[in-house]
């Protein structure tokens, strides 16, 4: 952000040690030993076993006032079912639309993976 608007020489060098130095800038950063490196998951082994779910917003109003999109996808067989949900969806309504789109076809899946979305991890 700096280099935009200003240009000094060694910029790099000074940004760098101030940015180590800085003390609020220490208690924002988040230290090297909390990063945890990432897991792959496991293979599921059936269709419908385990599902992820996720969010996509910013889509023009249809009909219905709809402006987001609630994504099941199966892991194993990469199937998605979609469905077309409101800008501000509670976790109760979450969990009709995954009644109505995946346990009422396929039953209950032994794994939910999601992006811990505060819609989901609420009340879900």
């Given at each position: 952000m700096v280099s935009r608007d200003f240009?000094?020489?060694r910029q790099y060098e000074f940004v760098r040690k101030y940015v180590r130095d800085c003390e609020v800038?220490?208690?924002?950063?988040?230290?090297?030993?909390s990063r945890v490196p990432l897991q792959p998951l496991p293979?599921?082994?059936e269709f419908w076993k385990s599902v992820s779910m996720d969010f996509v917003f910013g889509f023009p109003k249809d009909f219905h006032k709809n402006t987001g999109i609630l994504v099941f996808g199966d892991r194993f067989s990469?199937?998605?079912?979609?469905v077309a949900?409101?800008?501000s969806i509670t976790a109760q309504v979450c969990a009709r639309d995954f009644i109505?789109?995946?346990f009422r076809h396929h039953g209950l899946p032994r794994e939910l993976v999601s992006d811990r979305d505060s819609r989901l991890t609420a009340e879900f």
């Open positions: 240009h000094w020489p800038c220490q208690h924002v950063m988040p230290s090297p030993s293979i599921p082994a990469k199937m998605v079912r979609l949900v409101p800008g109505d789109t995946i």
